[in-house]
């Protein structure tokens, strides 16, 4: 366990060091979205630059961001002003809130179709469900928000084209009404994926001896699958879940773009095109995080659950 | 322009009325005509919402630090300058009670000796005083070598300012410099009281949460969604009308167009109308959808350092075989102006009478031939070692400038002249590729004039050449001496007319050295909900709220 964790604190500093050299090595830099301003000169950006310490040797920088991250200090964004931290957790509620409703909508639904697909295998349901995850995986998901808006919003009326809520209604029902397309868009993929790997699981569970013997000794079949083959099945799905659980606080790009929600993903997109150095390594960090965590806490969770495993 | 102080503040809605009827013809949409634009009445006490729809985030609160045009947005319903500028490019007081002028006084013979006297009516928002100090703090904060300032052209040559009273102040230049009275309508002052009681005015908690004189107060910040201001019901100018203003933000343009169509957002400004969504725009129900004229000239922008640009027949010859009609109507819906200056149409020092471009290739030819560059094996021409070849670059993602590439590559290539398309990332280009002049040539939409002032000594000017040394943003490495001597008389003189003769010869001039080739200048579609009244479009400032004060709802 201990050795784990050293592995990923290793990890961790790798990624912030690849993290940090490609980030300044992309040319431009946070200034050059003044360059076309005709009042700025080249001067003042020299200015500016030395004024954020940008013009320090990279290393020198690094270290700084580096000590500062060790006493909690994430940096200020070079755009918005405030502490790095800050400017994350005003985010991270958009995306929890999304990502949170689509992952409900996503493993409930999934998980039926994969249990359902593969104890009919080779039905019209199975195959309906196979076709079905094919063209959610492979039509993009903007595609699906932008017709989603098309026709919901703009020709029936029924939901907003965007946003978390209607300026002057902060209500629950206001939030739930602006929640649904997106969380409906976003899920799409994410029952594809689910319904497929629940699928293959139910599958593998399927054809383990304890289930010949527990339908051999008499058990209804309804009560096969529930208790043997479910149970079973859905070990593997911790594993997948450990993957998943970090694009719960990251976000998805593109359907919060695509919706004006204001969460993380689109907070990175932002953060890149205006080279706001601290916010992009708080988010690369924070991801970096989420993810190692993650992935050991799905490893633990595989370990307890089932005694064959057992943690280098 | 009015002396009066009760309607200084900006504009009075009878200044309103007045310019919205002079102006109309020229800048609204045909579908506006016909009726009266101010039907209605204001209402007596504020009421109602508005909420503008803007594609990037407003997030620089602090209206000195460095900021985007969508800042402006902000700091134009909070703040006040001493003075702004109209539409017309008309200069009115806004803090101050009068513009001073060589005439009345308020700026010496010699240019040098400035007197601003300033409102004995105007509070923060918190309350206090705003007197002559806070012109001073803010003034002086601007070039504190420890703030993060924007930019400080023409400040930096303010010296000994003096409080002489709570409404009067006076400093000294140290060179005269007339554009500075352009700079200040850009200028917004802040509190001496809250920012300067502030160790570090570059963390201060001011600068996330402001107090201004403004007609808005600062409300709250939804960050990455919205931000809403509130009205402040002592404003000592015309209005507020309207209890909220509020910014929403919406990156992707078909999005931020969407959300117009289905009603979520009321007003959509400058440029956040895509061309090719204007038919579209102007179809739908209860819209009203403006094309105003902008102030950014779309053009070949070429680096004159390198040798194939340096021959003025080389210049001519590209800019022949331009074929300008096709790229404005064809791929920009026919929607930008024709102009062969950088001078913006709508500008009183626009040059109406520049020679016509003609779309020519047979013409081109002949000048590259009689110029002596030859067609090679390959087709390309080539003089004394030197091939007509070169790359031409802009932003990755611009569609319809990729096209405009695509299209004058053909051209270009019929009359023997080889262009390489090599596009950026945004971040890439703006950087030293194009501040330290490492491009052959761009394609680019460029804004000229700061503040709508006719000086363009940052662009035109020798010594703006950042690439050789010099302090500017001639990334184009322009150099003629009869410019730069022109350049520098005008920011000497501050009478219009005199400025006028002097700007316009600087536009004759260009034309005729053609260190960038216009292909147009651009038009921005703006719409808004039927009902919303008093919006005045404004060029000449960077910001569509630049009077959001006087909007309402009928």
């Known amino acids: ?312 | 322009m009015t002396n009066n102080p009760k309607t200084g503040s900006g504009l009075s809605r009878r200044n309103a009325l007045g310019i919205m009827g002079a102006s109309a013809a020229a800048l609204l949409a045909p579908n506006l005509l016909g009726k009266p634009a101010f039907a209605q009445t204001p209402p007596d006490a504020p009421s109602g919402r508005i909420i503008v729809g803007v594609s990037q985030e407003p997030t620089v609160f602090n209206p000195l630090m460095p900021k985007i045009e969508v800042d402006d947005n902000v700091h134009f319903s909070v703040f006040d300058a001493l003075f702004r500028i109209t539409e017309e490019g008309v200069i009115v007081p806004n803090l101050a009670t009068e513009v001073p002028t060589q005439e009345n006084g308020g700026i010496s013979e010699d240019g040098l000796q400035w007197r601003i006297r300033l409102r004995d009516d105007v509070r923060w928002h918190d309350g206090e005083l705003f007197t002559a100090e806070d012109v001073k703090f803010t003034l002086e904060l601007i070039v504190n070598p420890d703030f993060r300032a924007w930019r400080t052209t023409g400040h930096n040559l303010v010296r000994d300012i003096e409080v002489v009273s709570p409404t009067e102040i006076t400093w000294r230049m140290e060179e005269p410099f007339a554009p500075y009275m352009s700079f200040l309508t850009e200028t917004f002052i802040v509190p001496a009281h809250i920012l300067g009681a502030d160790d570090n005015p570059n963390e201060a908690a001011f600068n996330r949460a402001p107090i201004g004189t403004g007609a808005f107060r600062w409300g709250q910040r939804t960050a990455g969604d919205n931000l809403t201001l509130v009205a402040n019901p002592d404003y000592f100018g015309e209005g507020p009308y309207i209890e909220e203003l509020i910014f929403r933000y919406i990156p992707d343009m078909t999005v931020l167009f969407t959300q117009f169509q289905s009603g979520a957002i009321d007003l959509v400004g400058r440029a956040y109308i895509t061309q090719d969504n204007y038919e579209a725009a102007r179809n739908l129900p209860d819209r009203v959808v403006d094309l105003v004229p902008a102030t950014s000239i779309e053009s070949i922008y070429l680096n004159l350092e390198r040798p194939q640009f340096k021959e003025r027949a080389v210049r001519e010859a590209l800019y022949l075989a331009l074929d300008r009609d096709s790229i404005v109507d064809v791929l920009y819906y026919g929607l930008p102006n024709q102009t062969e200056t950088f001078m913006p149409r709508q500008s009183y020092y626009y040059h109406d009478g520049l020679p016509t471009h003609e779309f020519n290739l047979e013409k081109a030819r002949q000048i590259l031939d009689e110029a002596g560059w030859a067609p090679g094996s390959d087709g390309i021409r080539a003089k004394d070692g030197v091939r007509l070849s070169f790359n031409n670059s802009t932003t990755t993602g611009a569609h319809l400038r990729e096209q405009a590439q695509q299209f004058v590559q053909q051209t270009f290539r019929d009359i023997g002249v080889e262009m390489n398309i090599e596009n950026l990332p945004a971040a890439v280009m703006w950087g030293d590729f194009w501040g330290m002049s490492q491009f052959d040539s761009a394609m680019v939409g460029v804004t000229y004039l700061i503040a709508a002032d006719p000086d363009v000594t940052n662009r035109f000017h020798s010594v703006a050449i950042t690439a050789q040394g010099g302090r500017g943003s001639n990334t184009g490495q322009y150099s003629n001496p009869e410019v730069d001597a022109l350049l520098e008389e005008g920011a000497r003189t501050f009478d219009r007319e005199q400025r006028r003769e002097i700007y316009l010869r600087v536009q004759e001039i260009i034309r005729d050295d053609l260190p960038y080739l216009p292909l147009f200048a651009y038009t921005q579609v703006m719409g808004r909900k039927a009902g919303i009244e008093g919006f005045v479009p404004n060029t000449n400032t960077r910001s569509e709220t630049w009077h959001a004060a006087g909007w309402y709802w009928a």
């Open chain 1, 1 to 312: 366990m201990f050795g784990r964790l050293l592995q990923s604190l290793v990890l961790l500093v790798i990624v912030s060091i690849i993290g940090f050299v490609v980030l300044n090595l992309i040319p431009g830099g946070p200034l050059a979205q003044y360059a076309l301003d005709p009042g700025m000169t080249q001067d003042d950006r020299i200015r500016i630059a030395a004024q954020l310490g940008l013009d320090r040797p990279l290393w020198v920088q690094y270290l700084d961001w580096a000590s500062g991250m060790l006493q909690g200090d994430w940096g200020t964004s070079f755009r918005d002003g405030n502490p790095v931290l800050t400017v994350i957790g005003r985010h991270v509620y958009a995306t929890l809130l999304l990502m949170g409703s689509a992952t409900v909508i996503a493993v409930s639904i999934g998980t039926w179709i994969g249990i359902r697909g593969a104890t009919h295998r080779y039905s019209s349901f199975d195959y309906v469900a196979t076709v079905g995850a094919m063209i959610a995986l492979s039509i993009p998901t903007f595609w699906f928000g932008l017709i989603g808006i098309y026709v919901f919003s703009l020709r029936l009326g029924w939901f907003p084209a965007g946003n978390m809520y209607t300026i002057g209604d902060a209500s629950v029902m206001n939030y739930l009404h602006h929640l649904i397309m997106p969380s409906v868009v976003l899920a799409l993929v994410h029952i594809a994926i689910w319904s497929r790997f629940m699928r293959a699981a139910t599958l593998d569970a399927i054809s383990q001896e304890f289930v010949k013997t527990a339908r051999a000794k008499g058990v209804p079949e309804r009560r096969v699958i529930m208790k043997h083959v479910v149970g079973n099945a859905l070990l593997p799905m911790i594993t997948l879940a450990g993957v998943q659980l970090p694009s719960l606080l990251t976000g998805a790009l593109v359907t919060e773009t695509v919706f004006t929600w204001p969460g993380m993903g689109r907070l990175f997109l932002d953060s890149l095109g205006y080279s706001d150095y601290p916010v992009v390594m708080g988010l690369l960090m924070f991801s970096a995080i989420l993810t190692i965590a993650a992935n050991f806490v799905a490893d633990v969770v595989v370990a307890l659950v089932d005694p064959r495993i057992r943690l280098a």
